[in-house]
């Protein structure tokens, strides 16, 4: 991987997470989709840093949800988690639903920038469910996974392609890659990690950090990363969550 191609994909970290990158100025997250209706994605919450949404979580239990990792550092260090919160059971990032405090962060022991970028974190009091707050199920071991072709879904908050924006949660059908294509974007791309493809600006961007692709109603990938700009002719880079699966169920019974 050249010098360029490898800043470039730094900076688009810095996208979908809480860096910022000069290089690059787009803004936005889901570009495209539409907005999603009220109960369509019970699972999603939005994580948020000093009361300001940062990033996508998935809910997996009472207390804990998972996320992407970088979403928990700024400035290379560890977010206390007293300026942590999610705000769940609501569409709206702004109004609604409920809003927890976060007592325990856990990243990824192996996270290093582009890989192992899973972290799960642990709500202060349980949730309680609603028909707008329930967990997602994680694939098992013997899941039927998304072969090349196959939808999978992913909803999060951010600016539409006008550039307006969006304070609704926005769900975007986005294509399985192949290993070909997704290695043609991501030189580094191995079984941890997976590429799903979209039109041109379209798919993931900054503040989607984090947020669930799901397939078969199963959480399958967390957003990671997108190559060059947003909405580029590149798939997007998700976590591959069933290569978690021990250190998540780890976690959980923790």
């Known amino acids: ?11 688009s970290i810095a996208l979908i997470g809480l860096n910022n990158c000069n290089a690059i100025k787009i803004d936005g997250r889901i570009l495209g989709g539409e907005e999603a209706d009220a109960n369509a994605t019970p699972y999603a919450a939005s994580l948020r840093v000093d009361n300001a949404h940062a990033c996508g979580a998935s809910i997996l239990d009472e207390t804990h949800l998972v996320t992407a990792a970088h ?8 977010i206390d988690a007293s300026r942590l919160s999610i705000r769940v059971g609501s569409t ?3 109004a609604g639903g409920r ?4 007592s325990k962060v856990t990243p990824h022991p192996d996270f290093y920038k ?21 967990p997602i199920a994680l694939p098992s ?5 998304p ?4 939808e999978v879904i992913v909803a999060g908050w951010g600016t539409t392609v006008d550039g307006s924006t969006s304070y609704k949660i926005r769900e975007i059908a986005l294509t399985y890659s192949s290993s070909a294509v997704c290695l043609d974007a991501y030189s580094d791309q191995d079984s941890r990690s ?24 199963e959480l399958v990938g967390l957003t990671n990363f997108v190559v060059g700009a947003c909405g580029s002719r590149y798939p997007d880079v998700f976590v591959n969550v069933r290569s978690y699966l021990d250190w998540l169920n780890e976690q959980l019974a923790a």
């Open 99 to 102: 809003i927890y405090a976060i």
């Open 141 to 145: 071991s013997d899941s039927e996974l």
């Open 194 to 217: 997976f590429c799903l493809s979209h039109a041109l600006k379209e798919g993931t961007c900054h503040g989607d950090g984090g947020c669930g692709a799901v397939y078969n109603n």
């Open 114 to 134: 582009l890989t192992n970028n899973i972290a799960v974190i642990t709500t202060s009091e349980p949730l309680a469910w609603t028909t707008r707050i329930q």
């Open 92 to 94: 709206n990032q702004y």
């Open 71 to 78: 979403c928990l550092y700024r400035n290379a260090q560890l």
């Open 147 to 150: 072969q090349e072709g196959d």
């Open 1 to 11: 991987m050249t010098q360029l191609s490898s800043f470039l994909i730094y900076c």
